[in-house]
C-alpha cells in the first residue's frame, strides 16, 4: 500500500489539517492513549487546543486505518484497557510534509493579511 500524502492545504481543510498535525506532533513525544494526548495538546498549547472525545477518536482511527499511527491495547491502572497510540515511520514521515504544507499555508495567509512582507 502507497504511503498517504497530504492532501492539498486549502483554507477548508485547515481545521482537519491543524487536528491531524496537532495529534501526529504529540505523538512524536512518545507512545500516549487518548486522554494523554487531549492533556498534552492543551498543556502545551497553555490551554488553547482542546480536543473532545468526539473529535478525537475519529482523527486516531483515521490515521491508524491510514497507517500513520499504531495503537495497541495494554491493561493499565484501576479503568482496565487503555490504546495506546505511536507514531509510525510512514506517519513521522507524513507529518514532516504536513508540517511544511500548513507553514506555508499560513506564511502565505499572513502575507495576504499583511502579517508579513
Same mark, same amino acid.
Given at each position: ?11 477548508? /481543510? ?13 505523538? /512524536?513525544? %512518545? ?14 498549547? %497553555? ?17 491508524? *486505518? ?5 495503537? /495497541?491495547?495494554?491493561? *493499565?491502572?484501576?479503568? %482496565? ?9 510512514? %506517519? ?14 499560513? *506564511? ?10
Amino acid at each position: 500500500m502507497a504511503e498517504p500524502e497530504p492532501p492539498p492545504l486549502t483554507l477548508q /481543510a485547515l481545521p482537519r489539517a491543524c487536528n491531524e498535525a496537532l495529534i501526529l506532533s504529540a505523538l /512524536a513525544g %512518545g507512545p500516549r492513549h487518548g486522554y494523554q494526548l487531549v492533556l498534552d495538546l492543551e498543556q502545551r498549547s %497553555g490551554g488553547a487546543f482542546r480536543l473532545r472525545h468526539g473529535t478525537l477518536y475519529p482523527i486516531l482511527h483515521k490515521l491508524e *486505518e491510514d497507517g500513520l499511527i499504531e495503537g /495497541a491495547w495494554s491493561d *493499565e491502572g484501576p479503568r %482496565g484497557k487503555r490504546k495506546a497510540y505511536r507514531l509510525t515511520p510512514a %506517519g513521522e514521515r507524513f507529518a514532516e510534509r504536513q508540517r511544511a504544507d500548513l507553514t506555508a499555508l499560513l *506564511e502565505l495567509v499572513l502575507r495576504v493579511v499583511g502579517g508579513r512582507p
